[in-house]
């Protein structure tokens, strides 16, 4: 093992050849990823992507209507109307719901979505249900994410769901309408690779900041091709929430998708919930769900190690999740890169982020806090913001907002008094939806503006032209909310 | 889909790494219900200054490279979102093919069931390119599908990957979800199979 002190990599690359391995086609030791993959097969020839079969299908307002238009066009029907449900999260407004949608396009959108749902006979969670939120959100929350499961949806952060050992990812709308006439995708099977937390994350650094310590490592593009496995100490004792923060920012590696074996911390979170087997088949599918892990002699085309006491809360500073530097640190200096594109994209991102090399992270100011999205807008994502917010203002040059990512997630939270902790700070409290994550809906950074946000893209201008966004934990987000700069929130003072 | 087979046509270059599809299509013009029209706002933020003026030094504004339909561009191109609007984007403005040293898995999906070629080559092969693209004018590729291979006038010339079963249905412009709805009674097998 690598001593992980200073500013040493918290890691260790591992190559492993297929030919360590030994292949006995029948009794072959699998991954957790090549169990699930391989009970999906409808049809495998030689030379020829896998047909696939999806036992999940999610749709929401934006990726959708082009496919529903394809389907008529050609005349296709919809193979399996009840495996697929449909929300609505991406440009809904995140105030009052009782007035109509200003914004004319996003209406029409909303609209198509209503009318392909009625036409074909799909269950929508519509804008004033008290079940809508986050397509990513709302899925294991009622219980759709099931182990074992193949989801997908038109969205990257598809990922989000393989927390629950289901193996999930993000289509386009050429294959949302391939799964709407087929329920299956045609796949070349991915490579795999395993990613071991060893040890468990200090005090005040959250599953985001180890999401953005392993981006940091592999690179936005080093899962590319690969399904990634999350497994060790660091992610056992994560809770589901927490998993579900790691897998969602799998994509962010660039990964096609995330996994993590279920166990009981994932039967006890699906038990009771509304799609959720119910007592009959609960023991059946748990024994079923009990063989989904990892063989122990399976082999994983790569494998990272990670210390996650070496993990310190992160800040991005710069316009992709991979610029990224712990809180104690400072703003890299293009000079010091490795190599000459290196140089550049620092440049260029330090230009966009209005930020001077050596600059201290905890002296860099911000304008806006957003806490939300489906990185970090469930229960416990607020409860831990509200923590750090509680007995505190927010500072007064800052403008605060808190979106959750459901309405049951709001309930819950009103019910426990947090949205009361953040509106005395002087946060605002929304409705569920997307919203500032990707700015689709009137939330938007003004040009120039900076933001601590709990969201999972920095690109430029993904949370408004010009904006300047830097991802952190919803800690992190609460901390700087308050003294309107990035602090420590291990040196936090709760009150 | 359109079928591709072999194309001939001007080369832009885009010198960056990682661009994300955000910044292909920027979100505010992906409200459209259509899979038409996104062309006109391809790359929008980077093709105008913030006052909405042309920016005269993005390459696409350039007279030099108009109705370019070849991009050459850096690495983990198309990363981010899966949202199929960017290859519509590319497509729309006239684009055929993409070359990079790599691309981001969705969005290379994305492209191939559009009609779009993402091309991927050595950095070297990508290097020779740009250089080209920039310093001559009206500098044009082949990108030869039957062949997998590019070649320009100057003696270029580079192979790339791409598997037998999507080379196909792009030149023959064979349509997924067809060749799917053949299997049918394979999915049907397996459904029962399944209890689903
Ligand atoms: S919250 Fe953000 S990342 Fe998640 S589904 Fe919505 S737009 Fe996508």
Known sequence: ??????????????????????????????????????????????????????????????????????????????????????????????????????????????????????????????????????????????????????????????????????????????????????????????????????????????????????????????????????????????????????????????????MIAPDEKTFSYLKGRPFAPDDTRWDIEVAHWQTLTTDREACFDRVVRVNARAIEPHVTWGTNPGMVVPVSGV????????????????????????????????????????????????????????????????????????????????????????????????????????????????????????????????FEGRQGRGGRTHLVSPEMAAAAAITGHFTDVRDWHFK | MIPFRIHTGLVAPLDRANVDTDQIIPKQFLKRIERSGFGEFLFYDWRRLPNGEVDPSFPLNQSKYNGTSILITGKNFGCGSSREHAPWALSDYGFRAIIAPSFADIFANNCLKNGLLPVVLEEQEVATIFQRARELNGYQLTVDLERRVVIDRENFLASFPINDFQRECLMAGLDDVGLTLRHDADITAYERHRGH
């Open chain 1, 1 to 258: 093992m690598i001593d992980f002190a200073g500013k040493s990599r918290a890691v260790e690359f591992r190559s492993l050849t297929f030919l360590n391995c030994e292949v006995h086609l029948m009794t072959k030791p699998r991954t957790l990823f090549e169990k699930v993959w391989d009970a999906h097969i409808v049809r495998q020839p030689s030379d020829e992507p896998a047909l696939l079969y999806i036992d999940l299908h999610l749709i929401h307002e934006v990726t959708s209507p082009q496919a529903f238009d394809a389907l008529r066009e050609n005349g296709r029907g919809l193979r399996r109307p009840d495996k697929t449900v449909a929300t609505v999260d991406h440009n809904v407004p995140t105030i009052d719901r009782s007035l109509p949608i200003a914004d004319l396009v996003a209406a029409r959108q909303i609209e198509a979505l209503r009318r392909n749902c009625s036409q074909f006979n799909i269950r929508l969670f519509d804008i004033d249900s008290s079940q809508q939120g986050i397509v990513h959100v709302i899925g294991p929350e009622l219980g759709l994410t099931q182990p074992g499961r193949t989801i997908v949806c038109g969205d990257s952060h598809t990922s989000t769901h393989g927390a629950f050992g289901a193996l999930a990812f993000g289509i386009g709308t050429s294959e949302v309408e391939h799964v709407l006439a087929t329920q299956c995708l045609l796949q070349n099977q991915p490579k795999t690779m395993l990613v071991e937390v060893i040890g468990t994350l200090p005090e005040g650094v959250s599953a985001k900041d180890l999401a953005l310590g392993i981006i940091k490592i592999i690179g936005t593009d080093g899962g590319t091709g690969h399904v990634i496995e999350y497994a060790g100490e660091g992610v056992r004792s994560l809770s589901m929430e927490g998993r579900m923060t790691l897998c969602n920012m799998s994509i962010e590696a660039g990964a096609r998708a995330g």
């Open chain 1, 331 to 458: 703003v890299p200096d293009p000079n010091e890169t490795a190599n000459d594109a290196d140089r550049c994209a620092t440049q260029r991102a330090l230009e966009y982020m209005a930020l001077a090399p050596h600059t201290r992270i905890e002296d860099i100011k911000i304008d806006r806090v957003f806490i939300g999205s489906c990185t970090n807008g469930r229960l416990e994502d607020l409860r831990a913001a509200a923590r750090v917010v509680k007995g505190y203002r927010i500072g007064d040059s800052v403008r605060a907002m808190v979106v959750p990512g459901s309405q049951t997630v709001k309930r819950a939270a009103e019910s426990e008094g947090l949205d009361y902790i953040f509106r005395e700070a002087g946060f605002e409290w929304r409705e569920a939806g997307c919203s500032m994550c990707l700015g689709m809906n009137a939330d938007v950074l003004a040009p120039g503006e900076r933001c601590a946000s709990t969201s999972n893209r920095n």
